[in-house]
């Protein structure tokens, strides 16, 4: 258990909706990443946030948005959804203190199903 | 951009023979971070291992190795003596003084019992 989590675990949906991801990290780490994971581009950064505030951002559509809440949980907002959105959504977790000893750890992901 | 390859889709080998795992970065930083992540088939991302752009040391974890050399910006892995747990995507990872973690496209490895 990497101490990070992700609701839902699945969610389905219909082109043109909006959804929502949250993830919690692990306790203590102040930054949280989103990741999309689609079946032929790996993983694909999406965008970082650090104590709340956003610090880099990956390719990451205008049709989806993210934050991060005082009490440092994130989520993820899908709007507009099309069927190219269906893929595993993983958020991952860090102290934010890259020069040290630090990792990613990872949710296990929502499996985001648009129809 | 920078990115990160790993040329290898997917591997296939026996149980017990030996299978590395090429990994190729791109940077401009003088400092970087490179790491391996394994994704089973139950879908979670495990770190494996984090190496600093400034220490070229070799590591040996038991059957898992890692081969790093800045000048071909490489960062192979190796496993010895591959059991059918062995089985997942394997991802190389880049990060940086920039906060972005890159990832590679994975290797799917499948150890055939």
């Known amino acids: 258990d990497s101490g990070v989590t992700q609701t839902p675990k699945h969610l389905i949906t219909a082109t043109g909706q909006r959804v929502t991801l949250r993830c919690s990290p692990r306790s203590g780490d102040l930054s949280v990443y989103w990741y999309q994971q689609s079946l032929d581009q790996g993983l694909q950064f999406l965008i970082q946030?650090?104590?709340?505030?956003?610090?880099a951002k990956g390719n990451i559509l205008e049709r989806f948005s993210a934050q991060q809440f005082p009490d440092l949980h994130s989520e993820l907002n899908l709007s507009s959804l099309e069927l190219g959105d269906s893929a595993l959504y993983f958020c991952?977790?860090?102290?934010?203190?890259?020069?040290?000893?630090?990792?990613?750890?990872f949710g296990s992901g929502t499996q985001l199903s648009v129809l | 951009a920078q990115k990160v390859t790993q040329a290898q889709t997917e591997i296939s080998v026996v149980e017990k023979e030996d299978v590395t795992l090429d990994c190729v970065y791109e940077?401009?930083?003088?400092?970087?971070?490179l790491f391996w992540y394994k994704q089973p088939p139950s879908g979670e991302l495990v770190f494996l291992i984090r190496?600093?752009?400034?220490?070229?040391q070799n590591e040996i974890s038991g059957r898992y190795s890692w081969n790093f050399q800045k000048s071909t910006s490489s960062f192979n892995f190796t496993i010895t003596a591959s059991q059918v747990v062995d089985s997942a995507v394997y991802f190389c990872?880049?990060?940086?003084?920039?906060?972005?973690?890159?990832f590679g496209t994975g290797t799917r490895l499948k150890v055939l019992a």
């Open positions: 190496r600093n752009s400034f220490d070229e």
């Open positions: 990872a880049r990060g940086s003084g920039t906060y972005k973690y890159i």
């Open positions: 940077t401009r930083d003088t400092t970087y971070y």
């Open positions: 991952a977790s860090s102290t934010g203190q890259v020069a040290t000893n630090e990792k990613l750890f």
């Open positions: 946030y650090y104590n709340g505030e956003e610090r």
